[in-house]
């Protein structure tokens, strides 16, 4: 797959992986993440579908075979973000033949 089009100075979208969970596009700038839960659209779609997506506008991606325009700062909205671990300053040991509740 090519990122620039012969001929055209047009930015493209790659659908890097597809998964149970969701999309995740690489552009040119970032790779996001198109969650199946916040984007149910997707979840039915086939994988022809999901490839098939364009970047006609900097602010926008279409999916011409869904009919669907999908603005970039609305996928932005809801990224995948891990949550940081936080681990107990203690640690509490269970005092013998007693249970932790």
């Known amino acids: 797959m090519k990122f620039m089009r012969r001929g055209k100075d047009s930015a493209s979208v790659i659908v890097t992986n597809i998964s149970k969970h969701g999309v995740w596009l690489l552009t040119r700038d970032e790779e996001?993440?198109?969650?199946?839960t916040e984007f149910p659209r997707f979840q039915y779609a086939s994988v022809s579908q999901i490839m098939k997506v364009e970047w006609p506008n900097p602010d926008y991606l279409y999916w011409a075979d869904l009919h669907l325009n999908l603005a970039l700062q609305s996928i932005r909205r809801f990224p995948l973000v891990s949550k940081e671990i936080r681990?107990?300053?203690?640690?509490?040991?269970?005092?013998?033949?007693?249970l932790m509740s």
Not at 32 to 36: G, I, M, N, P, Q
């Open 32 to 36: 996001l993440f198109v969650s199946f």
């Open 87 to 98: 681990l107990a300053k203690h640690f509490h040991r269970p005092v013998k033949g007693k």
